[in-house]
């Protein structure tokens, strides 16, 4: 038998038909051990029993909408195969390249990941952009001139202090 996968409507502004697919799968399975609808409201955390069955009608419609599109031969050698058909004899360029596009985002392949950032999260990513150009560019500056640093005054000098007792007292 095969695995359905579900239904979902992708865009639509009715929490109705959002995709609720946890809950699905929690209703699956809690009814190997109940058919009580107070019961599965509770193991799915819906908030009322009416979602509960209008998720139960999602799972029956998927059913039926996989029964049906088996029935009129539309599984997924015929959608291969029609995308391959447009690559082959498919009018523009255009056309021909949305197939083939089409083809690398079912296989995952829609993204051009180099071996240099394959596997990084951006924060890597970014510190080692920062490291080679902080190398290129050797950021010293050589020249004459004096840094002279202003004095602190003695007010912030000695809140400063206090503050720096005060943390010793908390940390210790």
């Given amino acids: 038998?095969?695995?359905?996968?579900?239904?979902?409507?992708?865009?639509?502004?009715?929490?109705?038909?959002n995709k609720n697919l946890f809950q699905q799968n929690l209703l699956?399975?809690?009814l190997t051990y109940t058919t009580d609808l107070k019961e599965l409201k509770?193991?799915?955390?819906f908030h009322t029993e009416a979602e509960v069955l209008r998720t139960l009608d999602k799972l029956s419609i998927r059913k039926e909408y996989h029964n049906a599109l088996v029935k009129n031969k539309l599984d997924l050698d015929y959608l291969v195969s029609g995308i391959k058909k447009i690559c082959d004899e498919g009018g523009s360029d255009k056309v021909k390249l949305n197939a083939l596009q089409t083809i690398l985002k079912s296989l995952?392949?829609?993204?051009?990941?180099?071996?240099?950032?394959?596997?990084?999260?951006?924060?890597?990513?970014?510190?080692?952009?920062?490291?080679?150009?902080?190398v290129e560019k050797n950021t010293t500056i050589e020249g004459d001139y004096d840094v002279i640093t202003p004095e602190m005054p003695e007010e912030e000098r000695k809140k400063r202090e206090s503050d720096r007792?005060?943390?010793?007292?908390?940390?210790?």
């Avoid at 038998?1 to 038909?17: A, D, E, H, Q």
């Avoid at 509770?42 to 955390?45: G, L, M, P, T, Y």
């Fill in 42 to 45: 509770e193991i799915a955390k």
């Fill in 28 to 30: 699956l399975k809690a």
């Fill in 165 to 172: 007792e005060i943390e010793k007292s908390i940390y210790e």
């Fill in 1 to 17: 038998m095969n695995k359905l996968k579900p239904i979902v409507f992708t865009r639509s502004n009715n929490k109705n038909y």
């Fill in 108 to 134: 995952g392949l829609e993204k051009y990941d180099t071996l240099e950032t394959q596997g990084k999260n951006w924060e890597e990513i970014l510190l080692q952009i920062y490291e080679k150009e902080k």
